[in-house]
């Protein structure tokens, strides 16, 4: 699929103020700094286009961007960074969980992992709870030029064997890097897929 525009629309701290849920969207969560606005800038090719910091906790709202004037990529804040506040920090943050529970035109939640992580504990709690709430999900391995490829292939096997404790299946697996490009073309045919449902 290629994208032919990208446009900023809002940034909001309430989900109830986001757009009207009228065109389906695309969310991307994960641990602040694992490179969810980086990710956005990749896949619309617009450098800058999602604020990035190497400091953790830049992103702080519910951001919309309308992709190719049909649906939406959604940056949102990261969870478990220690220096927010205790109340921002509880449960994976109430913007998060209001966004993930109220979104009605949500049509799939990337959840963002460091590749170069063993499996941490917010993150699989997390999906646990993502995946209770019957909300689709894909795993989005990031950074991934970080390592050599076994290495990859070891915290990737790791990552899918300890979900395989609690759940039958684990979701779809999609590995990038936004710092060589890497993921771009599978990110997008498996958001084209999805358009199709
Ligand atoms: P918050 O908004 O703070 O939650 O962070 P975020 O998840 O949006 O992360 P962001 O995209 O701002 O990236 C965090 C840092 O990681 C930045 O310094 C990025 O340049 C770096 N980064 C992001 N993606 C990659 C990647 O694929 N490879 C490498 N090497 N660095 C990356
Ligand atoms: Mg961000």
Same mark, same amino acid.
């Given at each position: 699929? @290629?994208?032919?525009? +990208?446009?900023?629309?809002s940034?909001?701290? %309430?989900?109830?103020?986001?757009?009207?849920?009228?065109?389906?969207?695309?969310?991307?969560?994960?641990?602040s700094?694992?490179?969810?606005?980086?990710?956005?800038?990749? !896949?619309?090719?617009? @450098?800058?286009? +999602?604020?990035?910091?190497?400091?953790? $906790?830049?992103?702080?709202?519910?951001?919309?961007?309308?992709?190719?004037?049909?649906?939406? &990529?959604? %940056? !949102?804040?990261?969870? /478990?960074?220690?220096?927010?506040?205790?109340?921002?920090r509880? $449960?994976? $943050?109430q913007?998060?969980? %209001?966004?993930?529970?109220?979104?009605?035109?949500? =049509?799939?939640?990337?959840?963002?992992?460091d590749?170069?992580?063993?499996?941490?504990?917010?993150?699989? =709690?997390?999906?646990?709870?993502?995946?209770s709430?019957?909300?689709?999900?894909?795993?989005?391995?990031?950074?991934?030029?970080?390592?050599?490829?076994?290495?990859?292939?070891?915290?990737?096997s790791?990552? @899918?064997?300890?979900?395989?404790? %609690?759940?039958?299946?684990?979701?779809?697996? &999609?590995?990038?890097?936004?710092?060589?490009?890497? /993921?771009?073309?599978?990110?997008?045919?498996?958001?084209?897929e999805?358009?199709?449902?």
């Amino acid at each position: 699929m @290629k994208i032919t525009a +990208a446009e900023f629309i809002s940034s909001y701290a %309430d989900v109830r103020k986001c757009p009207e849920p009228n065109k389906p969207e695309f969310a991307f969560i994960g641990r602040s700094n694992v490179g969810k606005s980086s990710v956005i800038n990749m !896949l619309t090719q617009t @450098k800058g286009l +999602a604020k990035t910091s190497a400091k953790p $906790g830049k992103t702080q709202t519910i951001n919309h961007f309308l992709i190719n004037e049909a649906w939406y &990529l959604v %940056d !949102l804040p990261g969870y /478990g960074y220690a220096s927010v506040s205790k109340t921002t920090r509880e $449960g994976f $943050g109430q913007m998060i969980e %209001d966004y993930v529970l109220k979104r009605e035109n949500l =049509s799939c939640i990337f959840i963002l992992i460091d590749s170069r992580l063993e499996p941490q504990k917010n993150d699989l =709690s997390f999906i646990n709870w993502v995946g209770s709430q019957g909300v689709p999900m894909a795993l989005l391995f990031t950074k991934s030029d970080k390592l050599k490829p076994n290495e990859l292939q070891r915290n990737v096997s790791l990552f @899918k064997k300890t979900l395989l404790e %609690d759940w039958d299946e684990v979701p779809p697996v &999609l590995i990038t890097s936004s710092e060589k490009k890497i /993921g771009r073309d599978e990110v997008l045919t498996f958001i084209e897929e999805a358009l199709k449902v």
